[in-house]
């Protein structure tokens, strides 16, 4: 069945299923059948609606989320102050480096571009952003999070 | 195997790896994680607890597509508020069920003033501005500037790279 792309079908079951699927989710022998029960649907139901879901790209990952930072890992947030008329070329020298996972334009700022760095450790930080300041001629400000004030994503859909 | 450390941390990269990119949508998908990498599945699910325990697994459940769930519109809304009311302000920010993310992060003056970052997510612009708003009333005049940044374009969005499984895959 084909809807139009860019507005998926929620019913109710497949709301109660993103809802509830924010965290949380068990480790045990038959997770899907707890997590069902809770809902009110059968086990195969929530296994063909989550691959229906993941299809249609109502949800991106269905997993354990693991914390880059306690693996050793670093993450940061980076911006530039992109010209309007080199924003392709910086934009293909950022992301040809694999340690950008996101990279955004965003507007109104001065400051346009902005991506995520993540690199084994925290000294590969430094020598991507200080990489990408060299191939584009323009700074990079590093804004690593110093506190976090809240992560689980509260979605009411 | 004598060293017992380096044998948990293999198990536990193992997993990772394994599961970074999503579990299994199948009856019983730790028992599936267990089978492809050959442990027992009583072991994976143990590893698993005690990762969920010490946080190195922030939780389990659905990374959901905002965009595809009609929230078209997201707004980085960033604040220029004072050191030593920055931590009662983010807890009360980071409170409100609009909010996805709220972090700390240094100032770069003159050019950026910001030291407080809430992202907002809603259906429509105009719906991201009257959540801004409601942030702005909490802040009072405590926030001595503020703005919004709008995403224009997504420009790269891959998964992000996890350190220890990326280990793995290279040994």
């Given at each position: 069945m084909k809807h139009r792309a860019d507005l998926p079908i929620l019913d109710s079951a497949n709301r109660r299923i993103i809802n509830m699927l924010q965290g949380g989710f068990p480790v045990s022998e038959s997770p899907y059948q707890e997590t069902a029960t809770r809902i009110g649907i059968s086990e195969d139901e929530l296994l063909w609606r989550l691959e229906v879901m993941k299809t249609d790209q109502v949800y991106s990952r269905f997993g354990p989320l693991y914390n880059a930072e306690a693996l050793g890992g670093a993450v940061t947030l980076a911006a530039m102050k992109v010209p309007d008329d080199d924003f392709e070329r910086v934009t293909e020298l950022v992301n040809a480096?694999?340690?950008?996972s996101h990279n955004y334009r965003r507007s109104?700022?001065?400051?346009n571009m902005w991506f995520v760095v993540s690199t084994e450790d925290k000294n590969g930080i430094n020598s991507v952003l200080s990489t990408i300041e060299q191939e584009t001629g323009l700074k990079v400000y590093n804004m690593p999070k110093?506190?976090?004030y809240f992560l689980k994503l509260k979605l009411f859909v | 195997m004598r060293d017992e450390n380096i044998a948990m941390d293999d198990i536990d990269r193992k997993i990772i790896s394994a599961t970074q990119t999503g579990l299994p949508l199948v009856r019983n998908p730790y028992h599936a994680v267990a089978k492809e990498l050959g442990l027992p599945a009583k072991t994976v699910m143990e590893r698993m607890q005690a990762m969920v325990k010490n946080g190195i697994i922030r939780r389990i459940g659905i990374i959901p597509n905002h965009y595809k769930l009609g929230f078209k519109s997201n707004g980085m809304t960033v604040w220029d508020v004072p050191d030593e009311e920055i931590d009662r302000l983010g807890e009360a920010i980071g409170k409100?069920?609009?909010?996805s993310h709220c972090y700390q992060r240094p100032r770069h003056l003159p050019e950026w003033p910001y030291n407080l970052f809430a992202m907002v997510h809603g259906k429509t612009r105009n719906e991201v501005l009257n959540k801004a708003e409601q942030i702005g009333e909490i802040m009072g005049d405590l926030a001595r500037a503020h703005d919004i940044l709008f995403s224009d374009a997504i420009l790269k969005k891959t998964g992000l790279r996890l350190p220890q499984a990326h280990n793995s895959n290279k040994e």
């Amino acid at each position: 069945m084909k809807h139009r792309a860019d507005l998926p079908i929620l019913d109710s079951a497949n709301r109660r299923i993103i809802n509830m699927l924010q965290g949380g989710f068990p480790v045990s022998e038959s997770p899907y059948q707890e997590t069902a029960t809770r809902i009110g649907i059968s086990e195969d139901e929530l296994l063909w609606r989550l691959e229906v879901m993941k299809t249609d790209q109502v949800y991106s990952r269905f997993g354990p989320l693991y914390n880059a930072e306690a693996l050793g890992g670093a993450v940061t947030l980076a911006a530039m102050k992109v010209p309007d008329d080199d924003f392709e070329r910086v934009t293909e020298l950022v992301n040809a480096h694999d340690e950008v996972s996101h990279n955004y334009r965003r507007s109104p700022t001065p400051l346009n571009m902005w991506f995520v760095v993540s690199t084994e450790d925290k000294n590969g930080i430094n020598s991507v952003l200080s990489t990408i300041e060299q191939e584009t001629g323009l700074k990079v400000y590093n804004m690593p999070k110093q506190k976090e004030y809240f992560l689980k994503l509260k979605l009411f859909v | 195997m004598r060293d017992e450390n380096i044998a948990m941390d293999d198990i536990d990269r193992k997993i990772i790896s394994a599961t970074q990119t999503g579990l299994p949508l199948v009856r019983n998908p730790y028992h599936a994680v267990a089978k492809e990498l050959g442990l027992p599945a009583k072991t994976v699910m143990e590893r698993m607890q005690a990762m969920v325990k010490n946080g190195i697994i922030r939780r389990i459940g659905i990374i959901p597509n905002h965009y595809k769930l009609g929230f078209k519109s997201n707004g980085m809304t960033v604040w220029d508020v004072p050191d030593e009311e920055i931590d009662r302000l983010g807890e009360a920010i980071g409170k409100l069920g609009f909010v996805s993310h709220c972090y700390q992060r240094p100032r770069h003056l003159p050019e950026w003033p910001y030291n407080l970052f809430a992202m907002v997510h809603g259906k429509t612009r105009n719906e991201v501005l009257n959540k801004a708003e409601q942030i702005g009333e909490i802040m009072g005049d405590l926030a001595r500037a503020h703005d919004i940044l709008f995403s224009d374009a997504i420009l790269k969005k891959t998964g992000l790279r996890l350190p220890q499984a990326h280990n793995s895959n290279k040994e």
